[in-house]
């Protein structure tokens, strides 16, 4: 890609189709972030993504969640020691924070490169790239910012991260990653869910079947014949659903998804999806 900022229009319309299969996707909060970071990668040749919300203070944050993307083509366990370190010395402990948060803070905070924010020797100095970053093998960073809509006092962030030795990323990139971010974000919390959402993902196999059939208008004893299952099986698994989601009834549990504008492409299900391993959810 050239290093203009300029976006083609053949740009516009995969990030335009882009945000529409995450909208697609939207009722579960881990499985459309994971779409979108994956598909995000590819256009910007990204090897590692996470996706986050938090609420950006001078030298903190307070987030809800963070899922990661790409990791396991890394060291995975030194992604984690990295998120341990991370609770354990504060996000200060992490040189791009404290100036990102003050860009952030004055609203100019999308889709931005370490480099624009802490010099080289700053940055590959720092005992969190030597001990951390340089260890899991990335090193390239891009950064995006999002407001989530009110009343939430979220912000949504967006990190790509490329292996080391590769090049930055250039101005063109960050425009697709900027406008990507931003065509996505004003959904968050309505057809987009969110972290603070429950997530079909987090039920186990047996629910999530239930839940499935249940958003598709089975009764008892259709959904007993489909999965093989006892009426009082059944039953149970019904009352962990609706445990879950927080609702005592059907029609709570359908007016949940026609609120929302969710759809029937439950990409959350393992057997019409063949997804079987789902990425790592930080909270």
């Not at 924010?117 to 969190?128: M, T």
């Not at 445990?243 to 007016?255: C, I, T, W």
């Amino acid at each position: 890609m050239s290093n203009s900022s300029v976006l083609r229009a053949a740009d516009l319309r995969v990030l335009f189709r882009l945000a529409n299969e995450c909208r697609e996707l939207g009722d579960d909060p881990v499985v459309w972030r994971v779409h979108c970071m994956r598909e995000a990668a590819r256009i910007v040749g990204a090897g590692v993504a996470t996706f986050s919300e938090e609420v950006p203070l001078l030298h903190d944050v307070v987030m809800d969640g963070q899922v990661a993307w790409g990791i396991e083509n890394y060291d995975e366990r030194s992604f984690d020691s990295l998120m341990k370190a991370w609770v354990e010395h504060g996000p200060d402990y992490t040189p791009i924070l404290a100036p990102a948060m003050a860009r952030i803070l004055r609203g100019d905070g999308t889709a931005l490169t370490r480099s624009e924010l802490v010099s080289d020797p700053e940055w590959y100095r720092s005992p969190y790239y030597r001990d951390h970053h340089s260890q899991i093998g990335v090193d390239a960073i891009m950064c995006s910012y999002a407001k989530i809509p009110a009343p939430s006092k979220m912000h949504s962030l967006l990190v790509l991260v490329r292996s080391r030795g590769e090049r930055n990323f250039s101005e063109r990139q960050k425009g697709i990653i900027r406008e990507l971010h931003l065509a996505v974000t004003p959904w968050i919390g309505s057809a987009l869910a969110r972290f603070v959402d429950p997530a079909p993902v987090e039920l186990p196999t047996r629910p999530r079947q239930v839940l499935k059939c249940l958003l598709q208008g089975e009764q008892d004893k259709q959904l007993a014949r489909r999965l093989g299952i006892s009426k009082h099986t059944v039953n149970q698994y019904v009352k962990q659903v609706f445990g879950h989601f927080g609702v005592r009834s059907r029609p709570e549990l359908l007016a949940r998804w026609v609120r929302r504008g969710w759809g029937t492409r439950f990409a959350w299900d393992k057997e019409s999806e063949g997804n079987c391993d789902w990425p790592k959810v930080y909270r």
